[in-house]
């Protein structure tokens, strides 16, 4: 199914590009989150793409680049967490329906804190979301320029994004959740520490489930967790999703 190139506007008047499949017939709408310093194509190559996978078993599937990243306005560096809260609640506003969120790392802590107040969230994925991330970005963070100048695209970010979230504030926002909540992470991942998966499923009070994907780094890049990761999001979508 071949998706449909959309065009729609932040709360800033910024234009924000994306992609959005449509089966002649569906009941629910998944939201896929980019990671920080990611685009929507992330999602979308090698294929077959999981939003291909999914829109032919019936799902509506949009995702999307926020402000300042792949094709939309914006300067990368303005990014915080409520920055990117804001463009994913301004692409919800845009497809008028229920939504399940499914973020990856920063998507991930993106997706929990719109869940946490927006009622049209209706189910939750996070993986390899964090809580905190100070450890690995202040690495790259210049203390007198107040920005971090690193050669990759996540390398780079502001001091504001850095205070933008918190250990503390984001398992708050983690105990505000009250949808079905699958959180994903893998046991290898040295990016993201396991535990802050644990924080999460400790602190949320919805229903939830935690996964931890053996031998899976960060980005699950290999064909066996990827496989692991996938059935898992299939399964829990026919869970909740009736």
């Known amino acids: 199914m071949k998706p449909k190139k959309i065009w729609f506007k932040n709360s800033k008047g910024q234009r924000l590009a994306g992609k959005l499949w449509t089966p002649k017939k569906y009941k629910h709408t998944l939201v896929f989150v980019n990671s920080f310093g990611g685009t929507k194509e992330e999602w979308i190559s090698p294929p077959p793409s999981w939003p291909d996978v999914l829109a032919r078993l019936g799902y509506r599937v949009f995702t999307f680049d926020f402000r300042g990243r792949g094709e939309s306005d914006g300067n ?63 690495l790259f963070f210049d203390d007198k320029k107040k920005i971090a100048t690193g050669k990759k695209q996540w390398e780079k970010f502001s001091y504001a994004f850095l205070k933008s979230y918190t250990k503390d504030k984001m398992l708050r926002q983690a105990s505000k959740v009250k949808v079905p909540w699958l959180i994903v992470h893998g046991n290898k991942d040295d990016t993201v520490p396991v535990k802050q998966a644990r924080d999460f499923y400790g602190e949320a009070r919805c229903i939830k489930e935690l996964q931890i994907i053996k031998d899976a780094g960060h980005n699950f890049n290999t064909d066996e967790a990827d496989e692991i990761l996938f059935l898992l999001l299939r399964g829990w979508l026919e869970k909740y999703l009736k």
């Open 76 to 138: 990368y560096l303005e990014t915080t967490l409520q920055t990117n809260v804001d463009d994913l609640m301004s692409a919800i506003e845009y497809l008028k329906s229920k939504v399940t969120l499914i973020g990856g790392s920063f998507g991930g802590t993106t997706s929990i804190s719109v869940a946490a107040k927006d009622k049209r969230v209706e189910c939750l994925v996070t993986m390899a979301a964090p809580h905190s991330f100070w450890a690995v970005q202040r």
